[in-house]
């Protein structure tokens, strides 16, 4: 016992364990509280306070004078489309993925707009890229500049909503981007004919190395042409897309790799080579033995107006076709040999026209020097021809926009261009643009550049089209639905033809010319192809991956089937699930005659486990139907006809009785007639029919389960599989208890019964008749996931060898990856289809072909599945690390915006653009395989020795976290969740709003990884490599460097 102390010393004082010490209060300044007043803060306060925490533009900034540029030799990305992993799985998971999509009617190359979408949500980045280049061979390109505004866009649903359209240019990007960085080559489709017939030997010529004639050589490619050559004038490949889009819209390593897919294909190219009288003819190719030509040499010249006649670029003036080219050569690397320098361009910058090459020029003379540009056009802002997304980034990079100006003379200074005049223009009551000589205006400038569009003017290249028939614009007459022209052997496409005003348009002109080649071609031969084009899709060494598995004897095409539940309500929907492309299927339970059921309804309803989410992607069902309500001859005579329609596909008989040996032997009996494959006996339904005596009434008995398997085992031929309930406290033993009954194997899991929620009034959904009742429903989807990976890992390390059929939750190739790993054979899918339809199957096909391929692939070891290591971003551009430049680290808000974009400025201005190590990073060769692609079921089970007790697991390898500022987004999650739920180990500095991990008080719980929104911004590190390899880390410095030189070794990557 501790001593009394006296009458008048004072006691030791003691730490309230309920109280937190000193500082800890400290760092929980900033920590949420319950407010007991209103707010009041003075606005004068607020006016100057707000200026700290601003991310978007202060209007009083654009008051100030702006004589400064910097954005001077800044080609970075400024797409506001583009996304990181993080941002394009939430946008693709917003998709409503619609029937008869207005998005793919509005795209001109037809992409499946809601298939590639729908993949990226699945991470299937691969079927997502193949979905897009299977119809757009430049699917890169295109989601980069296509103006989708005025295209998919236009015509997404979404935008009837309070939320808008779905970002598809985006997204369209971002799964090309990482298929990009798999390093995979195109090979040729499996239905190229081999040996290759004559027909397919023919010469064909290319005239021109844009966006048409890279589309017209790979699907010609594809379809097994082998003698298909590209001539290109220039040094450079990719046409306007190459010299007249910037390189912060479209960089010159997104062309490379589209020409690199298409020469995998065979297709060459000869540089140097042009169409005119001094060189190539079609005359000549005629005579060189050319049985195809395709002309896609584009508008090779600008328009110009009279006024200019006579101005050079000496004189300070530019056409759009003379100033972006330069650009180009000076600011991507890669692109020639050349060492060019940009145009310079000082002062004052008068862009003429409205439309995006006017644009393009605005932002790239700012990149060029240029103080101010005005981009002065003749018509109106509602009349300007730019897409919104254009003309949006040329105001926000401070160009000024002059309407209803009319050019009419160039004022000279001293040889060189000082200003211009203007007439103001006026719209009439006829709808007819006149110009006023009344109202003039004169603008000072140092510079001019005109964008009137471009033209075919020179002789010599008209000459070198004889004798192909001339419209009235001097350019060849073509009949745009076929890409043909008045010689049956030239076709004709991109801007020359007349109708693409776009790059997506010129590639879908090379995609409609490249079939017309193909009938032209064939028919030389006596062959008649069919006029609706039957184009090849994209396709690799992936796609040729066989997905196989057997199970029991019986031998599943691919992992994938109809689960027996509502996507297998009838016979039919069972065949166009199969004509989809799903392996097997479970037909829905049925029972004998005299246990027929009729369902109560409503009784499928959407789930709450995911929020207040409404649409499709629900992450839960709840389902009180029962089993089927038609007749057990029904479902004999439909597996008859299946199996005699579909003989590879598997169908399993799911059948139900109660606990009566005649009636389960009778039922089994009578459902092998049909000749199914194997049986499953549903000893789970968790609703209704156990109380009559069926399903959970018998499934949650390990010696009614063990019975039941041995009835029908005595009386089947075939494989017998018990489906199990989850509503059981070990589900192990109900699986031992059909093994020891003689089940081949189970089936797992049946849905967890649950009530999903109650409304204001206490009325559950569903509610049946005008009471409004309710019972005890199956909880399926996503939402049951861990529960069936819990329950088939347990069955598969208790009972090695022992079959599962696995269900609950698959819903991406991503997800059956997972179940195969923890011990299940194939998978069974309903909500997944609940939320979609049956084409989903493409997907996960696709999908599991993809990370079956990577698992020997080189390159990728570091990736997690289709997701490569996570790039250092903000707002989806790549991090500009100026913490080794500055020593310190600052957020993207305020006064520290500023500073960082200063620092940039300044670090841009001595930059080489045409540094080597701004070069492209070579596509090929491609990654290779080091062996050959493991089967299905060398997958199966690979996880279960990592799956155990806690007492397995060693509480001595700890980790800690770590927090790039770089990435950071200053939300404070991490900071709350600690404090409240944790062990307050977060800083949080309130002015900078930087999150800091006291190492020394970091237990590694990770709570503040999983709630941070930012995917990778915090990581986690063993701690014995945190100390070990950088001890300087732990006073908080070198996070940068950190992030910079481990961002790919975080610590589930990292090996002990």
């Known amino acids: 016992m501790p001593p009394v102390p006296n009458e008048g010393e004072l006691r030791p004082s003691v730490q309230m364990v309920s109280k937190e010490p000193p500082d800890i209060e400290n760092l929980l300044k900033l920590n949420p509280r319950i407010k007991s007043h209103a707010n009041a803060v003075p606005s004068a306060v607020t006016k100057k306070a707000k200026k700290h925490w601003k991310r978007n533009e202060d209007k009083s900034e654009n008051l100030k004078c702006n004589t400064c540029s910097p954005l001077y030799k800044n080609f970075d990305d400024i797409k506001h489309t583009t996304l990181s992993e993080r941002a394009a799985l939430r946008e693709s998971a917003r998709c409503l993925k619609c029937v008869d999509a207005p998005c793919q009617k509005s795209c001109p190359t037809q992409l499946d707009v809601k298939s590639f979408i729908g993949a990226i949500s699945n991470k299937n980045y691969y079927g997502s890229a193949r979905a897009i280049l299977s119809d757009n061979p430049l699917g890169l390109t295109c989601g980069m500049v296509c103006p989708t505004s005025d295209l998919c866009v236009g015509g997404c649903n979404l935008d009837a909503s309070e939320e808008g359209p779905i970002n598809i240019g985006g997204l369209q990007q971002f799964a090309v981007e990482m298929f990009k960085k798999m390093k995979i080559a195109q090979v040729l489709p499996p239905d190229v004919p081999s040996p290759l017939p004559e027909s397919y030997k023919a010469k064909i010529g290319l005239i021109g190395c844009g966006p048409a004639s890279i589309s017209a050589g790979t699907f010609l490619g594809r379809l097994g042409y082998n003698d298909v050559t590209v001539f290109e ?27 690199d897919l298409m020469k995998d294909l065979g297709v060459k190219i000869e540089h140097g080579r042009a169409l005119h009288t001094d060189d190539i ?61 940009l145009p310079e361009i000082y002062g004052s910058v008068i862009v003429l026209g409205a439309g995006d090459t006017a644009f393009d020029c605005a932002t790239s ?75 003039v205006s004169t603008l000072k400038c140092d510079f001019v550049i005109s964008a009137f569009g471009s033209g075919l003017y020179s002789s010599g290249i008209k000459d070198a089209m004889q004798p192909l028939e001339m419209n009235r614009w001097g350019t060849p007459e073509v009949d745009t639905l076929k890409m043909t022209t008045s010689e049956p052997w030239v076709f004709c496409g991109g801007d020359l033809a007349g109708v693409a005003e776009t790059a997506v348009e010129a590639v879908n002109d090379g995609k409609i010319a490249a079939w017309s080649m193909h009938r032209y071609l064939q028919s030389l031969h006596n062959i008649q192809i069919d006029e609706t084009p039957r184009l090849p899709k994209f ?28 996507p297998a309500t009838t016979c039919g929907m069972i065949r166009r699930g199969f004509e989809a492309g799903w392996g097997f299927a479970v037909t829905k339970t049925y029972g004998l005659d005299k246990d027929i059921v009729t369902n109560v309804a409503p009784r499928i309803v959407r789930g709450t486990t995911s929020g207040h989410n409404y649409g499709p992607g629900q992450g839960a069902f709840l389902n009180i139907e029962l089993i089927s309500e038609k007749t057990a001859a029904y479902w004999v005579q439909g597996v008859i006809e299946l199996k005699k329609d579909f003989p590879k596909h598997v169908i399993i008989a799911s059948i139900m009785c109660s606990y009566s040996k005649e009636d389960w032997q009778e039922l089994a009996i009578m459902a092998q007639t049909s000749g199914p494959d194997g049986l499953e006996l ?48 070990n589900i192990v033993k109900i699986a031992r208890a059909a093994q020891d009954g003689g089940a081949d194997g189970v089936t797992a899991i049946n849905t967890v019964s649950g009530l999903m929620g109650l409304n204001a009034k206490g009325n559950a959904w569903p509610s049946v008749g005008v009471e409004k009742k309710t019972t005890y429903g199956g909880v399926s989807g996503n939402a049951v996931k861990p529960m069936a990976l819990k329950a088939i890992s347990s069955i598969a390390k208790n009972l090695p060898g022992f079959p599962i059929l696995g269900t609950g939750g698959i819903d991406s190739a991503d997800v059956c990856w997972q179940f195969l790993m923890c011990g299940a054979s194939v998978m069974q899918v309903s909500s997944a289809i609940q939320n979609q339809d049956f084409t989903v199957i493409d997907d996960y096909i696709t999908g599991l072909k993809t990370l079956l391929y990577m698992q020997t692939l080189e390159g990728v070891d570091d990736w997690d599945g289709q997701s490569p290591p996570t790039a250092r971003t903000y707002k989806g551009k790549p991090v500009i690390d100026l913490q080794s430049a500055l020593g310190k680290n600052l957020p993207n808000f305020g006064p520290f915006a500023k500073e960082r974009a200063n620092v940039v400025a300044n670090i841009k201005k001595t930059e080489d653009l045409l540094d080597d190590k701004f070069k492209p990073v070579p596509n090929r060769p491609p990654n290779k395989q080091r062996m050959m692609t493991p089967a299905v079921e060398a997958v199966i089970g690979k996880a279960l020795d990592r799956i155990g007790t806690f007492n397995d697991l060693d509480n001595k390898q700890h980790v800690i976290a770590l927090i790039d500022p770089e990435m950071c987004i200053n939300c404070g999650k991490c900071y709350m969740t600690c404090n409240d739920t944790g062990y307050q180990a977060i800083e949080f500095d309130e002015v900078t709003h930087l999150p800091k991990v006291n190492e020394g008080s970091c237990t590694g719980c990770t709570l503040c990884y999983s709630v941070c929104p930012v995917i990778e911004c915090i990581q986690v590190f063993f701690l014995f490599f945190f100390i070990t390899l950088h001890p300087l880390l732990l006073d908080g410095s070198q996070r940068g460097s950190l992030h910079a030189q481990k961002r790919d070794r975080p610590w589930w990557r990292l090996e002990t």
Not at 405 to 416: A, C, D, T, Y
Request: charged letters at 25%; hydrophobic letters at 35%.
């Open 281 to 341: 003819t079609l005359e000549k190719m005629r005579n060189d033995g050319f049985a195809a030509a395709f002309i896609g040499i584009g508008n090779p010249e600008p328009k110009t107006i009279p006024i200019f006649d006579g101005l050079t670029e000496g004189n300070g003036y530019y056409t759009s076709k003379g100033f972006l080219p330069k650009v180009a050569r000076a600011s991507k690397a890669g692109m020639c040999a050349c060492k060019s320098e």
């Open 682 to 729: 549903n000893l789970s339904c968790p609703h209704g029919m156990g109380e009559r005596g069926m399903g959970l009434a018998c499934g949650q008995d390990p010696d009614m389960v063990k019975n039941i398997c041995k009835w029908v085992k005595e009386v089947s031929k075939i494989p017998v599989f018990a489906k199990l309930t989850p509503n059981v406290t």
């Open 233 to 259: 004038k220039e040094d450079y490949v990719g046409g306007l897309n190459t010299s007249e889009l910037p390189s912060y819209r479209l960089p010159y390593d997104v062309i490379n790799f589209e020409i």
């Open 539 to 566: 396709h690799t060494e992936i796609d040729q991956v066989d997905l196989s598995v057997e199970v029991c004897g019986i031998k599943f095409p691919n992992p994938y089937g109809l689960a027996s539940a509502p």
């Open 365 to 439: 003379a700012l990149r060029c020097g240029a103080k101010r540009v005005f981009v002065i056009f003749r018509k109106g802002f509602i009349n300007i021809r730019a897409v919104p997304e254009e003309a949006e980034l040329a105001k926000q990079e401070k160009c000024e926009f002059i309407p209803f100006m009319s050019p009419q003379e160039v004022i000279m200074k001293n040889g060189r261009v000082a200003g211009m005049k203007f007439f103001r223009t006026e719209q009439d009551d006829d709808g007819r643009w006149i110009e006023d000589p009344d109202q």
